[in-house]
T-cell receptor, first 116, second 114 residues
Framework: AQTVTQSQPEMSVQEAETVTLSCTYDTSESDYYLFWYKQPPSRQMILVIR??????QNATENRFSVNFQKAAKSFSLKISDSQLGDAAMYFCAYRIGGGSQGNLIFGKGTKLSVKP | DAGVTQSPTHLIKTRGQQVTLRCSPK?????VSWYQQALGQGPQFIFQYYEEEERQRGNFPDRFSGHQFPNYSSELNVNALLLGDSALYLCASSLDRRSYNEQFFGPGTRLTVL
């Protein structure tokens, strides 16, 4: 069975600094997607960034980038120039590829605090 | 363009009761998935509906059932409520015809079972 593990229940970063959130996963599949979702205190889950397993290049979205290590089954999120609005729960998620039926499997989340 | 909407926002029930939660998908989306998020946990997949049928189901008992209507909106029903059913219930919609179908989440319904 596929599992997603986030080993950091809470993280803190100073405004304008950089922080990295960790995620590891376990799967025997070769075709899958990985995601980072942000859930602010208002609760609505928002997609931050995604990575297709077949792509070697790490995904980047503005201040957000990932370090995807397929062999190690590691998928960390780096947030650069942290802003107060980045404070939220961050969830790492996995989805099997090869079609549209796959459901998301989430980790337990990391609560990120941003200090002014 | 309205995103995913859910109703009600909050709900309080007692053990043994039944509850119905509702979800309207993002415009143009035809697939609806439901997730249960217990306090301090990540969301867990309940089931997914497409073309008015349950297409995939997670590890949840039969007390959890759903429905999808011709306009793609969906309901989640939970019978014989238990204290452990207290959680945030999230609805996510997506478009089936794309090989990569991003799921867009609604704000959730907070269910409290007393």
């Amino acid at each position: 069975a596929q599992t997603v593990t986030q080993s950091q229940p809470e993280m803190s970063v100073q405004e304008a600094e950089t922080v990295t959130l960790s995620c590891t996963y376990d799967t025997s599949e070769s075709d899958y997607y990985l995601f980072w979702y942000k859930q602010p205190p208002s609760r609505q889950m928002i997609l931050v960034i995604r990575q297709e397993a077949y792509k070697q290049q790490n995904a980047t979205e503005n201040r957000f980038s990932v370090n995807f290590q397929k062999a190690a089954k590691s998928f960390s999120l780096k947030i650069s120039d942290s802003q107060l609005g980045d404070a939220a729960m961050y969830f790492c998620a996995y989805r099997i590829g090869g079609g549209s039926q796959g459901n998301l499997i989430f980790g337990k989340g990391t609560k990120l605090s941003v200090k002014p | 363009d309205a995103g995913v909407t859910q109703s009600p926002t909050h709900l309080i029930k007692t053990r043994g009761q039944q509850v119905t939660l509702r979800c309207s998908p993002k415009s143009g989306h035809d697939t609806v998935s439901w997730y249960q998020q217990a306090l301090g946990q990540g969301p867990q997949f309940i089931f997914q509906y497409y073309e008015e049928e349950e297409r995939q189901r997670g590890n949840f008992p039969d007390r959890f059932s759903g429905h999808q209507f011709p306009n793609y909106s969906s309901e989640l029903n939970v019978n014989a409520l238990l204290l452990g059913d207290s959680a945030l219930y999230l609805c996510a919609s997506s478009l089936d015809r794309r090989s990569y179908n991003e799921q867009f989440f609604g704000p959730g319904t907070r269910l409290t079972v007393l």
